[in-house]
């Protein structure tokens, strides 16, 4: 978490400009079994370690399902995984960046600039995850990133006309 939100705010603090910038985090969290490789819209995230929340706002009008994610500092196990979605109204996942990710950035950027889409990687507990896994695993949801990407652009156009001009009389 340490290393996520120090690279999130120095990356962030080289910018210029922030005005037109977005965050997106996209990367692997252990989710419910047998929904591997899914990609999710994190919509809140919760710190474990503090209770800390975030809500990244979802303006983006993005076909992927929305999902909460929860930050810990080490992997969740598949027991943690299992009760936390047993009976969930949406998939809870488990990572171990996204809340640094999100607290660090919002000294920079709105919420409504700040995006985290996560890639289902294991059930927990998965001590076994390769690079090569994952990078297979990622490859799936890249068509759906992509799409989501292309949204940002758009939305910058849209929020450029609602902003009234200013008479300078």
């Known amino acids: 978490e340490i290393a996520a939100a120090a690279c999130t705010g120095f990356a962030l603090g080289r910018e210029e400009t922030l005005s037109s910038l977005h965050l997106v985090n996209f990367?692997?969290?252990?989710?419910?079994?047998?929904?591997?490789?899914?990609?999710?819209?994190?919509?809140?995230?919760?710190?474990?370690?503090?209770?800390?929340?975030?809500?990244?706002?979802?303006?983006?009008d993005a076909k992927i399902p929305e999902a909460a994610v929860r930050t810990c500092q080490k992997p969740a196990d598949r027991d943690t995984v299992a009760g936390a979605n047993d009976g969930a109204v949406r998939p809870?996942?488990?990572?171990m960046e996204a809340a640094a990710i999100?607290?660090?950035?919002?000294?920079?950027?709105?919420?409504?600039?700040?995006?985290?889409?996560?890639?289902?990687?294991?059930?927990?507990?998965?001590?076994?995850?390769t690079q090569e896994t994952l990078l297979s695993l990622s490859e799936a949801p890249l068509p759906d990133v992509l799409s989501y990407l292309s949204l940002i652009p758009r939305a910058q156009k849209e929020e450029q006309k609602s902003v009234p001009a200013v008479d300078e009389e």
Do not use: Q
């Open 102 to 129: 999100c607290e660090a950035a919002m000294h920079f950027l709105g919420p409504d600039r700040i995006h985290f889409l996560k890639f289902v990687s294991d059930a927990g507990g998965e001590v076994s995850l």
């Open 27 to 60: 990367g692997s969290a252990a989710g419910p079994e047998n929904r591997a490789g899914e990609l999710f819209l994190a919509d809140a995230l919760l710190e474990t370690g503090t209770g800390r929340r975030f809500y990244p706002d979802l303006v983006l």
């Open 92 to 95: 809870v996942l488990f990572d």
